[in-house]
């Protein structure tokens, strides 16, 4: 019975042993480091708080364990936590520079401006060791704390902004990743910057949404102001008057009834050369219709004339074709 005991006994050791061993971890090559707090309220409803932490943990080589099993960053009064987190994994499996966040709802934030501390401790559950020896966990505390006052949602929106997208560039030189992006409204959080900034400040979407970019804009029409300089031009360039040749012929003073004629017997004076040379009217026609346009686009004749004249053209086509098939 002795023998049984002694041999449990041992097992037991063994296997505290053993458990230890799985657990052990180095302490950081310095550090940690809580290089930074910031504190905003009024983010998703009025009289919250959000704590926004940027800390250091530094690591030649980082642990097989992510930071998120290694470290809790809290925030403290006194002795008695108000809020706990664990860092978010993103690159280098959390470790060097970063940021965690704690939120508070109005009912759980404590009175803004107090004595608070924010830590960064390494979990104790862990076996921290160093050079082989067993340390205790490590450990940065601050109580330099940016209290961020704004008066409405809005504004902490503006002055979030201004802050992450800030610490997205400088993350972005850190790790060698482009965390930001350019955009028609603005810089914004590039797809990997939006994947990290959301996952280590829960509903920063709805906190700060000019940080992301998609979103919705109205749409600005503008009227343009249609301008007929290049028909005044051409008129200018008329070597008579032509509102006066109308008015001799018995026409109405405008000029575009005399033109639109002159442009009717050019049009027919070159089919009829095409014709005649070619004996083709589907050529001639062409040609017609491009010295129609060519005639309309610099206003010397009404594109709306050649429109109209191209649809009956088109209609009376279409029937001879009809007809000629149901003969």
Known sequence: ????????????????????????????????????????????????????????????????????????????????????????????????????????????????????????????????????????????????????????????????????????????????????????????LSSTGATYFESAIPRLRVMCPALFPVGVAVPVYEDVAWTRSLAAATLAAWPFDAGGISAWLGMPRDDMVFRTLIAFALVFMLCGLIVTATNRTDFAMLAGYGLLIVLAVPGWISPVLVAGVTFLSVVAVGLVFILGKTA
């Open 1 to 188: 019975m002795k023998k049984l005991l002694t041999s449990s006994v041992l097992a037991l050791l063994l296997t505290l042993v053993s458990t230890q061993s799985v657990f052990a971890i180095s302490v950081p090559d310095s550090g940690p480091f809580v290089l930074r707090v910031d504190v905003y309220r009024h983010t998703l409803e009025l009289n919250d708080m959000l704590v926004v932490v940027r800390y250091n943990i530094p690591y030649a080589t980082a642990p097989t364990e992510t930071v998120a099993h290694t470290f809790i960053g809290r925030l403290m009064r006194g002795a008695t936590e108000l809020a706990r987190v664990l860092p978010y994994a993103f690159f280098h499996r959390g470790y060097g520079h970063g940021m965690f966040s704690l939120y508070l709802d109005p009912a759980s934030a404590p009175a803004w401006g107090g004595a608070y501390t924010v830590e960064l401790r390494g979990n104790p559950v862990l076996g921290w060791t160093s050079r082989g020896w067993a340390v205790s966990p490590p450990f940065a505390a601050t109580t330099s704390i940016h209290w961020r006052s704004t008066a409405t949602i809005a504004a902490t929106q503006t002055l979030m902004y201004a802050h992450l997208i800030a610490y997205a560039d400088e993350l972005s030189g850190r790790w060698g990743i482009l965390l930001t992006a350019l955009t028609p409204a603005g810089k914004t």
